[in-house]
């Protein structure tokens, strides 16, 4: 288990369930663009940003692009870290078929290219050894 200090933002439950298998630490939900109209968890991500500072880690398509930009304007820049997956053509695996542009999203990564994401945006990681992927 990786020990993550900041909090982890993710666009849905199924990112969470996937960053749970190996992350110790928060990992808060958004439910994708319900975040735009949701005030109890725009608040609760400030919260976190102010308490621990957040990381975004969105899905690499258009819609976790406008997503993490919504997201990152919720808080002072100081406090949001940003962890980018790489584009994947992939489907995951409970999906019947293709996402509308054909990439993976978070969930469907592996721990390793999560892992290396997360580090490489700065996030404090303990349990860690060695060096991130160029």
Do not use: C, W
Not at 107 to 120: Q, R, T
């Amino acid at each position: 288990m990786y020990r993550v200090s900041e909090a982890i933002v993710v666009e849905g439950v199924y990112d969470k369930i996937k960053l749970s298998q190996f992350i110790d630490g928060v990992i808060f939900v958004t439910g994708g663009f319900s975040v735009f109209n949701n005030k109890a968890a725009q608040s609760s991500i400030r919260t976190l940003a102010e308490k621990t500072g957040i990381v975004i880690l969105s899905d690499s398509d258009s819609a976790g692009i406008k997503i993490r930009n919504f997201i990152k304007q919720l808080s002072p820049d100081s406090k949001v870290l940003h962890a980018y997956v790489p584009e994947m053509k992939g489907r995951e695996k409970r999906k019947e078929k293709d996402s509308k542009e054909g990439l993976l999203g978070v969930e469907g990564m592996s721990e390793d290219v999560i892992i290396d994401a997360i580090i490489k945006s700065g996030a404090t990681v303990e349990g860690f050894s060695g060096t991130p992927k160029a």
